[in-house]
C-alpha cells in the first residue's frame, strides 16, 4: 500500500510539472496580467483552427491605392513559447499598377513582413514596422470578418504607432498603410 502511494504521489507530480499546451485565445488573458506567461506554458497552439479562416489572397482598395495581402499560418518559437501566428505580405500598388511597396518574398524573419500577435473576441492583431518606422510608418494591424459569415470578406483597421523620431526628415512622408477600416476580399 504505502509503494501504491508513493508511486501516486511522483505521478501526480511528473503530471503538474508537464508542459501545458494553450488554445491561442488564451494568450490575451496573460498578456494583460501582470505575471505574463507561466513557465509552464510551453505552446499556443491553434487548437480550435481560429487562425485557418484568415489564410488566403485578401485584395482591396483604398484612398487611389491597391491593397493585396497575403496571410499565411506558422509556427514560431521566438523565446520558450512556441506559437502558432499569421504573417502578412503585402503588394501595395497605385492606381497606375506602379509598385509602391512589395513584400511578398521576404522572408518570415524580416522585419518588414507584418507579425501576428494575438487574438481577442475574434479580432487579431498584428504588428507592422514599415521600411520608414522612424517617421511613424508602425503600428497596430487588426482584421476580423464582416457579420455575413462567408468568410470571404473581412475588415482591416490600421492603428499608427504614432511615434516620430524627430531627428529624422519626414517632410513629404506618406502613411502607405489604410488609415481608415477597409473591407477587403478573399
Keep these: 500500500m504505502k509503494k501504491m502511494l508513493i508511486l501516486t504521489f511522483f505521478i501526480g507530480i511528473t503530471f503538474s510539472c508537464q508542459a501545458q499546451i494553450l488554445p491561442i485565445e488564451k494568450k490575451i488573458d496573460y498578456i494583460s496580467s501582470r505575471d505574463g506567461i507561466p513557465e509552464s506554458v510551453t505552446y499556443f497552439k491553434d487548437i480550435n483552427n481560429v487562425l485557418d479562416k484568415f489564410v488566403g489572397t485578401w485584395k482591396g482598395i483604398y484612398d487611389g491605392k491597391n491593397y493585396e495581402f497575403r496571410v499565411s499560418k506558422i509556427t514560431t518559437k521566438p523565446r520558450r513559447v512556441t506559437e502558432d501566428k499569421l504573417v502578412m505580405r503585402y503588394l501595395?500598388?497605385?492606381?497606375?499598377?506602379?509598385?509602391?511597396?512589395?513584400?511578398?518574398?521576404?522572408?518570415?524573419?524580416?522585419p518588414y513582413v507584418i507579425k501576428g500577435n494575438y487574438i481577442e473576441k475574434n479580432t487579431y492583431f498584428l504588428t507592422y514596422i514599415g521600411k520608414n518606422a522612424k517617421c511613424g510608418q508602425k503600428g497596430t494591424l487588426m482584421i476580423d470578418f464582416l457579420k455575413d459569415n462567408s468568410n470571404t470578406k473581412m475588415?482591416?483597421?490600421?492603428?499608427?504607432?504614432?511615434?516620430?523620431?524627430?531627428?529624422?526628415?519626414?517632410s513629404g512622408f506618406k502613411q502607405i498603410m489604410p488609415l481608415k477600416e477597409i473591407i477587403l476580399t478573399k
Excluded at 492606381?95 to 521576404?106: H, P, Q, W, Y
Excluded at 492603428?159 to 519626414?170: A, H, K
Design 92 to 110: 501595395i500598388t497605385n492606381s497606375n499598377g506602379i509598385v509602391i511597396e512589395d513584400t511578398r518574398a521576404l522572408p518570415d524573419s524580416s
Design 155 to 170: 475588415n482591416l483597421f490600421f492603428s499608427s504607432s504614432r511615434e516620430i523620431i524627430y531627428e529624422n526628415d519626414c
